[in-house]
């Protein structure tokens, strides 16, 4: 990308990287129109809308600053917290846990289709077994949660029948840990890809190398191939994490519609037609979020590592 | 993109009122013609001043766009209609929500729309739907004094909320306003009705249930549900909070800020006792949280509660001795319908007062907006269960067939007469509807 014009190099050689340059800015016109109309506009007409005024029934052109208001009204309390941090603390505390999970799992499964796994057909039949969640419809995953655990459900009545608890067990459905399994089910899979990839990509005489060398197991794990697959660790992380602080219907479904998220705030306040209000927020979780995966691509240099 | 679909709707109507006046001209029978490019073309060549074009061939079945929610658009109803009179009818079905966005947002998408009453507070206001000509309506003085007085058998009631009777009519057709008192321009022309109460679990609760304070009721910590649609839902907990004595309200369905304060703060406090086991959006999620026994008592929709019963699993309508949530839905015109298609829009209007269409939504527990001509269309046995609340003398079936009641049983609440007039209030849009929405978020996140 960065390389520097050569001075002595001139005429048609110059001509020539002109044409270069020009037939270059037409290869990349499509992906720009399309990122400009898809992206840009809507993005910018949000921007704008977010900041006008509203009633009932229509959205009024105007420079008002009180959706943000509204959004931060009474945040200064300390004894008595708003709904906002309530609401944000509530979705990057499921980040966090989500993001952890299946950083775990993803990685394990990555590295034994990676690693352990010998033959090229095997891992491509299991990389497809992961794969089989995504053959169904998002809510329909979701929902066949239900019958497993709920108050008559079968983990229920497993445990009743073998006599480990006495009354069903009620946090199995409607809860935080509904709704953390459902993400770590829907969303283990953005992880074990990229991270997979990256595996994939290390050099194997380089892990010989350092078995040569006297490393055990877990040195292997942690000074060769993780640093190695942090690309794929950072680029999955990046997913999971979008996915968790934009999701409302999973924590809606899961969690019985008792627990807030942001993306449930904004899909209210739009079936309420009040597009500003909704607007406003959904550029303050712009704001965090671009804020976190630029935190997140601080520890890695993807461009470099891609 | 959306500034040319705009203008392509202009040219169509435009369009359709030249074939409409020049085939009236020429005396041709174009009656069941439609909006194709062929006819917009035929249509203006003609209005152009060309004799003599056969407007016979442009003869094409018109097609009626219905918005609405999924209750009324059987499509047996359709299939129906298509019989009688040749319109074809496409359905749009969207949630509650979904319609009044629709309405507001995109007022070209759809040739007649069914909606709730409530909605009318601000679809209205917007400008997108017109007054409907009373004189066009055969049965417009059949309709029920329930709906457009607020009184049945001459006894006034509930009317807390956004009663039909306070949107029924506007000033004028093109009019904002709403009119206080009987005019020829109404807003909607009433399709169905009914009064929501408390679906229970009799096999699961063991007690006679007969409050809304119930809903709140300790004893049923972690098996009480409620709708998570804002404006229903904190009408059926203010149901409940001031049937157990926790909270005085004006009006119900118009809380000033304390009272929506006070009613949040008490939703709060049941939440963290542990009181609710989820909030349902949708009939089917209230339908599988009963059916399944997570929930024993929760507010509920009439034909959810059918379904629940369908699938063998015991289940309430509750009446209540607070009384009923009643809600109303009819039919409104896009200001911008003209021509066959405002034509096809009153004959489809006419033919669902004229019977046959009430009489298969009050076999799935609603109500017609004109009961004489639905009556012609049942069984006297049915009448009898449905409407005077005896006990059915035959078995009782859905429309579709299947087996609803056994010999024997009486209808939840009773007769027509007992349940509308327990009616306390109406599904409505408060004056503080913003504030509303944004505590009720705050009562979600807590």
Redesign the interface.
């Given at each position: 990308m960065a390389t520097l014009p050569n001075p002595i190099a001139a005429g048609p050689a110059a001509r020539e990287r002109r044409k270069a340059r020009r037939s270059a800015w037409w290869q990349a016109a499509p992906l720009t129109l399309a990122f400009l109309l898809f992206f840009i506009v809507p993005l910018v007409m949000t921007l704008v809308v977010s900041f006008w005024n509203f009633n009932e029934y229509e959205i009024i052109p105007a420079f008002t600053f009180k959706n943000y208001q509204a959004i931060f009204d009474g945040c200064g309390s300390l004894t008595n917290v708003c709904v906002t941090l309530k609401t944000y603390w509530s979705t990057l505390r499921f980040c966090v846990i989500v993001w952890a999970v299946t950083l775990v799992l993803g990685f394990s499964i990555a590295w034994f289709l990676a690693f352990h796994v010998r033959t090229v057909r095997m891992q491509t039949l299991l990389f497809m077994v992961c794969t089989i969640p995504f053959w169904t419809s998002n809510v329909i995953r979701m929902i066949s949660w239900m019958p497993l655990l709920g108050r008559n459900g079968l983990v229920n009545q497993a445990l009743v029948g073998a006599h480990l608890v006495d009354r069903p067990l009620d946090w199995l459905l409607y809860s935080d840990f509904a709704v953390v399994l459902a993400f770590v089910h829907l969303f283990t899979f953005f992880m074990i890809v990229p991270i997979f990839n990256a595996m994939m990509r290390i050099d194997r005489s380089l892990i010989e190398a350092a078995r040569d060398a006297g490393a055990n197991g877990w040195q292997i794990l942690w000074r060769v191939v993780l640093p190695l697959s942090k690309t794929g660790v950072i680029i999955g992380s990046i997913f999971v994490v979008t996915i968790v602080m934009g999701d409302f219907l999973t924590v809606g479904v899961m969690g019985g519609q008792q627990i807030a998220s942001v993306g449930k705030i904004i899909q209210v306040q739009t079936s309420y037609l009040q597009f500003p209000a909704a607007a406003a927020n959904a550029m303050v979780l712009l704001a965090i979020v671009l804020m976190m995966i630029w935190a997140l691509t601080r520890l890695v240099d993807i461009r470099k590592e891609l | 993109m959306s500034d040319k679909k705009t203008t392509d709707a202009r040219v169509e109507t435009d369009a359709a009122t030249a074939v409409h006046d020049t085939a009236t001209n020429a005396n041709t029978t174009a009656e069941h013609g439609g909006l194709s490019r062929r006819t917009f073309l035929k249509g203006a060549v003609a209005a152009a001043g060309i004799a003599g074009f056969p407007y016979v061939h442009a003869q094409e079945k018109i097609t009626l766009r219905y918005l609405g929610t999924a209750v009324n658009q059987s499509a047996d109803i359709a299939k129906k209609f298509k019989e009688d009179t040749g319109i074809e009818i496409q359905y749009i079905p969207l949630t509650t929500?979904?319609v009044?966005?629709r309405i507001?947002t995109q007022p070209n998408s759809f040739d007649i729309a069914d909606t709730e009453y409530f909605s009318l507070?601000?679809?209205i206001?917007?400008g997108t739907l017109v007054g409907l000509d009373a004189k066009k309506i055969k049965y417009a003085d059949k309709i029920t004094p329930v709906l457009t007085h607020g009184e049945i058998g001459g006894k006034k009631i509930g009317d807390q909320g956004t009663a039909p009777k306070k949107v029924m009519f506007l000033t004028d057709q093109h009019s904002t306003q709403f009119s206080p008192t009987p005019t020829e321009w109404m807003t909607l022309i009433p399709t169905t009705y009914n009064a929501d109460t408390l679906g229970i679990r009799p096999d699961l609760i063991k007690r006679p249930v007969n409050t809304w304070a119930d809903l709140l009721n300790p004893q049923f910590k972690?098996k009480a549900a409620l709708l998570?649609i804002?404006s229903i839902g904190i009408m059926d907990a203010a149901m409940a909070l001031e049937a157990s004595g926790k909270m005085k309200y004006g009006d119900k369905g118009n809380m000033t800020k304390p009272e929506i304060d006070g009613t949040i703060a008490a939703l709060i406090e049941a939440?963290h006792a542990g009181q609710?086991?989820?909030?349902?959006?949708d009939f089917n999620e209230s339908v599988?949280l009963m059916a399944?026994?997570?929930v024993v008592i929760q507010s509920m929709w009439s034909p959810a509660v059918t379904k629940v019963r369908t699938m063998g699993v015991p289940c309430t309508f509750q009446p209540l001795k607070e009384g009923y949530r009643a809600w109303a839905s009819g039919f409104g015109l896009p200001r911008t319908l003209q021509g066959r298609k405002l034509d096809a829009a009153y004959q489809f209007i006419n033919w669902f007062l004229d019977g046959w269409a009430g009489a298969y939504l009050m076999r799935q527990g609603y109500y017609a907006a004109v009961l004489e001509t639905a009556r012609q269309h049942m069984q006297p046995f049915e009448w009898d269960y449905w409407i005077e609340g005896k006990p059915a003398t035959q078995e009782i079936k859905a429309p579709d067939g299947q087996l609803l009641e056994k010999v024997g049983t009486v209808r939840d609440g009773g007769s027509y007469q007992t349940r509308m007039g327990a009616i306390a209030c109406w599904n409505a849009?408060m004056d503080e509807?913003?504030y509303m929405?944004?505590k009720?978020?705050?009562f979600?996140?807590?």
């Open positions: - | 929500d979904d009044t966005k507001i507070k601000k679809l206001p917007s972690g998570n804002p939440k609710f086991r989820a909030f349902w959006r599988n399944s026994g997570e849009v509807n913003i929405v944004q009720w978020n705050e979600i996140a807590a």
